[in-house]
Antibody
Framework: EVQLVESGGGLVQPGGSLRVSCAASGFILRNYWMTWVRQAPGKGLEWVANINGDGSEQNYMESVKGRFTISRDNAKNSLFLQMSSLRADDTAVYYC???????????WGQGTLVTVSS | IVMTQTPLSLSVAPGQPASISCKSSQSLLQSDGKTYLYWYLQKAGQSPQLLIYEVSSRFSGVPDRFSGSGSGTDFTLKISRVEAEDVGVYYCLEGTHLKTFGQGTKVEIK
């Protein structure tokens, strides 16, 4: 069964850093682009970043460029999102998703909540 | 890219049709000739799920009461006969450019 499980969310102070992870199983991770999507409480979905199969290409939404880094460890079947200089408006549930191509997100994790607050 | 969905909420009686519009600020036609416009449904308390890909193709397991249409900048998701299980928030996503979701359309049963 294809499955994605996020972890690492929590409470962090403004200006702080946090790394969330996504464990993949049931498929060969290196064969797929992977994506992070977030959802602020009570709000809509927001595409955050994606990364190609070997990790050589990353794309980011404008508001996280320079603050967030997407990476992967295919040998450990894991995807990461390193977040720094966190702001209150980064508070959200962060979902990882498998991207078949050009935004075709066929499998999603259950999400992990990141709360930025003092 | 700005993706604009209308309406933002919809109340539909069971068995009645529903239609959601999604307009993009730029054409979603890619240089390869394909249009990367998707529809996702997020049910309460759940992760989003893919319904429609490339404007009009139903994803595996999606009932045929769901259909997508459109081209260029104007797209529509239609539900031919709404059922109770269709309740949730529907999002369009453009995959041609940097990937942008619409604001979402909340569908409820009347």
């Amino acid at each position: 069964e294809v499955q994605l499980v996020e972890s690492g969310g929590g409470l962090v102070q403004p200006g702080g850093s946090l790394r969330v992870s996504c464990a993949a199983s049931g498929f060969i991770l290196r064969n797929y682009w992977m994506t992070w999507v977030r959802q602020a409480p009570g709000k809509g979905l927001e595409w955050v970043a994606n990364i190609n199969g070997d990790g050589s290409e990353q794309n980011y939404m404008e508001s996280v460029k320079g603050r967030f880094t997407i990476s992967r460890d295919n040998a450990k079947n894991s995807l990461f999102l390193q977040m720094s200089s966190l702001r209150a408006d980064d508070t959200a549930v962060y979902y990882c998703a498998r991207d078949l191509y050009f935004g075709k997100l066929d499998t999603w994790g259950q999400g992990t909540l990141v709360t930025v607050s003092s | 890219i700005v993706m604009t969905q209308t309406p933002l909420s919809l109340s539909v009686a069971p068995g009645q049709p529903a239609s959601i519009s999604c307009k993009s600020s730029q054409s979603l036609l890619q240089s390869d000739g394909k249009t990367y416009l998707y529809w996702y449904l997020q049910k309460a308390g759940q992760s989003p799920q893919l319904l429609i890909y490339e404007v009009s193709s139903r994803f595996s397991g999606v009932p045929d009461r769901f259909s997508g249409s459109g081209s260029g900048t104007d797209f529509t998701l239609k539900i031919s006969r709404v059922e109770a299980e269709d309740v949730g928030v529907y999002y369009c996503l453009e995959g041609t450019h940097l990937k942008t979701f619409g604001q979402g359309t909340k569908v409820e049963i009347k």
